[in-house]
């Protein structure tokens, strides 16, 4: 149980560090997204605002650089009799991510691709402090052909995360491919899903997805016989059935609605060791937004 816990919150705060699901459809140029988790036998309420800004500008005939940002403000709701949040700094978390990506064409078919992601994830509830800052970094190519009878998409990539418990190189993996004028199917990981398209401009689609955060707690929060907690995790594995209306090619607008089948917020001591579990039921799970792709 605890490997698995162990590797859920790798691979979920491994990917909510960089682009999320963005990376394997091509950035962002801007998206605004709200996500709710509502409250769960565990008395917990999770939401989230997300926002993004991504900037592509033309070095070279075959290179382009992308400089952008990712900004997600979390509130966290809990009721339990058996720890108390509220004034301990633990209700609103924010995550900043300044992104700086180069992307080379190697040849017709295929780009390179190198980002650096620094990162302020904290509770800003005092001045900043070393704890809130951290360093994310990916290198992955991708293979993208959409002007042709099957369009495809193929991503792969290595991504470090120096807030994971697993503070090794993961693997992102991600292809899409229209098999059928009316069905596309994704595999890959953070997200395998199936696509059905109609009337050129309506998708619908339903997915597995990984997904979770990390973020420092300013103020060491005391619980009742586990010491001091000086940060807050999550990692949830969810299922979700959703639309999508497109707008142009590039502009569209989505909804989702969902389940989780793991979830699992904890609070951690300085040495990373998860000391007290906040959230480990099952949740529905909501999810629409506005987005402007490449």
């Given amino acids: 149980m605890e490997v698995r816990r162990r590797l859920m919150y ?12 963005s990376f394997a459809q091509t950035p962002d140029v801007f998206r605004a997204e709200y996500m709710l988790l509502p409250r769960n036998d565990s008395g917990a309420e ?8 991504n900037v592509p500008i033309k070095v070279r005939d075959s290179s382009n650089i992308v400089i952008g940002g990712e900004y997600n403000l979390l509130a966290y709701d809990l009721q339990r009799d058996d720890v108390s949040i509220s004034g301990q700094g633990l209700n609103y978390f924010h995550i900043v991510d300044f992104n700086f990506a180069y992307v080379h064409k190697y040849n017709q078919d295929w780009r390179l691709v190198g980002v650096l992601t620094p990162r302020l994830a ?21 293979k993208n052909r959409q002007n042709i009878d099957k369009p495809m998409r193929l991503v792969l990539g290595i991504a470090y995360n120096s807030t994971v418990a697993l503070r090794i190189p993961l693997p992102i993996v991600y292809y899409e491919k229209r098999f ?29 997805i990984l997904d979770g955060y990390f973020v420092n707690l300013q103020n060491d929060t005391a619980l009742p016989d586990a010491g001091f907690a000086s940060s807050i995790s999550s990692s949830a594995a969810l299922v979700t059935v959703g639309y999508s209306h497109n707008i142009t090619k590039v502009i ?18 300085d040495d990373r060791n998860d000391i007290f579990t906040l959230n480990d039921d099952p949740s529905f799970y909501l999810r629409t937004g506005f987005r402007i792709g490449l």
């Fill in 10 to 21: 790798a691979l979920g705060g491994m990917f909510f560090c960089f682009f999320g699901e």
């Fill in 46 to 53: 999770l939401s989230r605002i997300k926002l993004v800004a």
């Fill in 122 to 142: 904290s509770t800003l509830t005092n001045p900043l402090e070393n704890g809130d800052f951290s360093i994310n970094a990916t290198i992955g190519a991708f």
């Fill in 180 to 208: 059928h004028p009316n069905w596309t199917y994704v595999l890959g990981v953070p997200k395998t899903g199936m696509k059905y398209h109609f009337r050129e401009k309506n998708i619908i689609q339903a997915e597995f």
């Fill in 252 to 269: 569209s607008f989505y909804g989702f609605v969902g389940h989780t089948l793991f979830q699992a917020g904890v609070l951690r001591d």
